[in-house]
């Protein structure tokens, strides 16, 4: 039912070059030091075209430095990043939208005026940008709510919100940094199921980072673990071959899923615990 795969550091790099062409990003024998700590170790993965890859791991073993790097906000110590088979080098793509954890919605400005912030740096002409502002605000579902400040917003509404900021781009990969955490367990599966419905229809690349197993494996095709710090890396990886349609409620009380979430806490629990103890020495590299 499952395929779980070890990872070897470094894997065979050839492969993933004959890979290339359908692979959306690509982790590259990524390494990245802080002064003398070493966060990420060696660390190659790919998202495919269309694909929905989460990677867990517990808490501080460098999911959002991962992130960071894809996002071009980081520049690795070692190794290289590829969107679509070409080199990230200096700076961000184009092809590529974020969403993360944090509010990241201009208090200032509508709800509107919040969705086609990007379009606007973008130099798109108004009337086009509103058009196009409104209908994306009718997919996240906020029709009538365009005209309100995120303060007169719900937190879930507010996620919505950044969610049509990053889609009505049109980025062909979506990075994801935790972006429902701060959300009550209800709203969370709806926006999961949400999510869900713009990623089919749209067909983007999206890489999901989360230390929520039960959210890793009722959205992803795969799910890769991180191994605790330092020197994180991937362990292990799992195909998800749950059938779509996917609903979140739904999902998760399916006997396959279970099994899912058995054998992928096997290979997690061991490094939540190393990371447990890690935190408790008190162990620090500042
Ligand atoms: N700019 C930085 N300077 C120094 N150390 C950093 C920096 N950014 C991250 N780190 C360290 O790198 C490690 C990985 O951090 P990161 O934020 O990527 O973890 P994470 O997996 O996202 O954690 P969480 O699950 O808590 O969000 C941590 O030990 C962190 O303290
Ligand atoms: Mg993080």
Not at 221 to 249: K, N, Q
């Amino acid at each position: 039912m499952h395929t779980s795969t070890s990872i070897d550091e470094g894997h065979d790099l050839k492969r993933v070059d004959e890979k290339n062409h359908q692979e959306a990003l690509c982790f590259n024998n990524i390494s990245v030091k802080f002064g003398d700590y070493t966060a990420v170790l060696n660390t190659s993965f790919s998202v495919k075209a269309g694909e929905f890859v989460s990677v867990v791991g517990p808490t501080g073993c460098g999911k959002s430095t991962l992130l960071n790097i894809a996002a071009g906000l980081l520049n690795p110590s070692e190794g290289e990043i590829k969107i679509f088979g070409m080199p990230l080098d200096g700076g961000m793509s184009n092809q590529v939208g974020y969403l993360f954890q944090s509010e990241a919605l201009m208090p200032w400005r509508t709800a509107i005026e919040n969705i086609m912030v990007g379009l606007q740096y973008r130099k798109v002409n108004k009337d086009q940008a509103t058009t196009l502002a409104n209908h994306w605000l009718a997919r996240v579902g906020l029709t009538g709510h365009g005209h309100r400040y995120p303060h007169q917003l719900s937190g879930g509404m507010r996620k919505r919100v950044s969610l049509a900021q990053t889609m009505i781009l049109d980025p062909k990969i979506i990075l994801m940094d935790e972006p429902f955490s701060a959300l009550d367990v209800q709203t969370r599966q709806l926006m999961e199921n949400e999510l869900l419905d713009l990623w089919s229809a749209d067909k983007k690349s999206i890489m999901f980072i989360t230390h929520d197993l039960e959210e890793a494996i009722a959205l992803s095709d795969r799910v890769i673990v991180l191994s605790a710090g330092p020197e994180t890396h991937p362990i292990a990886e799992f195909v998800i071959d749950l059938p779509r349609p996917r609903d979140m409620f739904e999902v998760r009380v399916t006997e396959q899923y279970i099994e899912y979430h058995k054998q992928i806490w096997a290979a997690m629990k061991k490094e939540v615990l190393k990371a447990y103890q890690y935190s408790k020495k008190g162990d620090s590299h500042d």
